[in-house]
T-cell receptor
Framework: DADVTQTPRNRITKTGKRIMLECSQT?????MYWYRQDPGLGLRLIYY???????NKGEISDGYSVSRQAQAKFSLSLESAIPNQTALYFC???????????FGQGTRLTVV | GNSVTQMEGPVTLSEEAFLTINCTYT??????LFWYVQYPGEGLQLLLK?????DKGSNKGFEATYRKETTSFHLEKGSVQVSDSAVYFC??????????FGSGTRLLVRP
């Protein structure tokens, strides 16, 4: 089983719908991140969390919200999806004392 | 703010050619630097890292040296293989423990 698991892997949704992307990890890491990947733009940070009670906005948080339900779970919500939120979304984890992050397989989201 | 700039792709090489992908960064303090690789249909995997000036990260024949004087972390490989075809991302981890990525460089290696 993967250490960082994202569900769903693929999703097509309609404009205006609410959608939740889920991330769970078995690495025991405190830090969790949500990124989106767009062609030619690399990965941009949406939100990050360093523990259950700590939530921080990244560079592109508008239109998104997150929930850290437990140390191992970090969900990303789009309250009212719009087409320019079509992208590949990645969850990542890291731990205190580590400098690198570990990524899930990604969720490909299409908003039509 | 902190940022990473890497050369645009795609980079197309023949098998066994020498590879260089340029990466420069802007950051306060002394960030850790990384190269991540993304194979088709997969997530990102750490390729190599360096945590302080003059450190050399290496893995699978790839190397990069942390050059503080030129704020660079260029990726090199002496002889690429078809299996190296992927997208390569340069990144830094800043003092707030956020990973900041470059825009990615697609590498295509032809037999």
């Amino acid at each position: 089983d993967a250490d960082v698991t994202q569900t769903p892997r693929n999703r097509i949704t309609k404009t205006g719908k609410r959608i939740m992307l889920e991330c769970s990890q078995t690495k025991g890491h405190d830090r969790m991140y949500w990124y989106r990947q767009d062609p030619g733009l690399g990965l941009r940070l949406i939100y990050y969390s360093f523990d259950v009670k700590d939530i921080n906005k990244g560079e592109i948080s508008d239109g998104y919200s997150v929930s850290r339900q437990a140390q191992a779970k970090f969900s990303l919500s789009l309250e009212s999806a719009i087409p320019n939120q079509t992208a590949l979304y990645f969850c990542a984890t890291s731990a205190e004392g580590l400098t690198e992050a570990f990524f899930g397989q990604g969720t490909r989201l299409t908003v039509v | 703010g902190n940022s990473v700039t890497q050369m645009e792709g795609p980079v197309t090489l023949s098998e066994e050619a020498f590879l260089t992908i340029n990466c420069t960064y802007t950051a306060t303090g002394y960030p850790s630097l990384f190269w991540y690789v993304q194979y088709p249909g997969e997530g990102l995997q750490l390729l190599l890292k360096a945590t302080k000036a003059d450190d050399k990260g290496s893995n699978k024949g790839f190397e990069a040296t942390y050059r503080k004087e030129t704020t660079s972390f260029h990726l090199e490989k002496g002889s690429v293989q078809v299996s190296d075809s992927a997208v390569y991302f340069c990144a830094l981890m800043d003092s707030s423990y956020k990973l900041i990525f470059g825009s990615g460089t697609r590498l295509l290696v032809r037999p």
